[in-house]
T-cell receptor, first 113, second 113 residues
């Protein structure tokens, strides 16, 4: 089945700097790649997603890039702010009709003022 | 309709007791998923419904777990004879035809003592 690896597990950056989180997936049939932000005790919230027919997508300070050949995708956050501090999860849809999401292990992002 | 609702938010139960959780998805979403999330990990898929049909179950879903979606709207997840290892956050998500945009509920945090 699908396997998603996420790195790094923790990331600390200065406010205003950029943060990059990377994920690799194993199933070449995966076609949807969302990123979720989860604050302590709260639900995962979708922040950006990308489909396999697109190489890059941007929404204000957040961007996602996808390399289908290498089977990896990355989250880029620019001009980081303290409220960006959270755990971020990447995910990929699995092969099959369920289109269930397989999640990475998460990255704890800390923005230092 | 303000999103995916889950009830209760928290549940503390004694080992061996049965518990039942409820999920109300976004009304027009025909697909409903249950995930389990333990501390420091990404959500793990448990089971999936398309309308009222349960179409896939994870190997994580032992025979003590059962889920239903009787009218294709809300869903329940029951755990019988709870064990300490069942302690986790149980998340529900819904989507329309798997076209992305999976929306998560706030989850039910189960603590088995």
């Amino acid at each position: 089945g699908e396997n998603v690896e996420q790195h790094p597990s923790t990331l600390s950056v200065q406010e205003g700097d950029s943060a990059v989180i990377k994920c690799t997936y194993s199933d070449s049939a995966s076609n949807y790649f969302p990123w979720y932000k989860q604050e302590l005790g709260k639900r995962p919230q979708l922040i950006i997603d990308i489909r396999s027919n697109v190489g890059e997508k941007k929404d204000q300070r957040i961007a996602v890039t996808l390399n289908k050949t290498a089977k990896h995708f990355s989250l880029h956050i620019t001009e980081t702010q303290p409220e960006d501090s959270a755990v971020y999860f990447c995910a990929a849809t699995s092969r099959g009709g369920a289109q269930k999401l397989v999640f990475g292990q998460g990255t704890r992002l800390t923005i230092n003022p | 309709d303000t999103g995916v609702s889950q009830d209760p938010r928290h549940k503390i139960t004694k080992r061996g007791q049965n518990v039942t959780f409820r999920c109300d998805p976004i009304s027009e979403h025909n697909r409903l998923y249950w995930y389990r999330q333990t501390l420091g990990q990404g959500p793990e898929f448990l089971t999936y419904f398309q309308n009222e049909a349960q179409l896939e179950k994870s190997r994580l879903l032992s025979d003590r777990f059962s889920a239903e979606r009787p009218k294709g709207s809300f869903s329940t997840l029951e755990i019988q004879r709870t064990e300490q290892g069942d302690s986790a956050m149980y998340l529900c998500a819904s989507t329309l035809d798997g076209r992305g945009g999976y929306t998560f509920g706030s989850g039910t945090r189960l603590t088995v003592v």
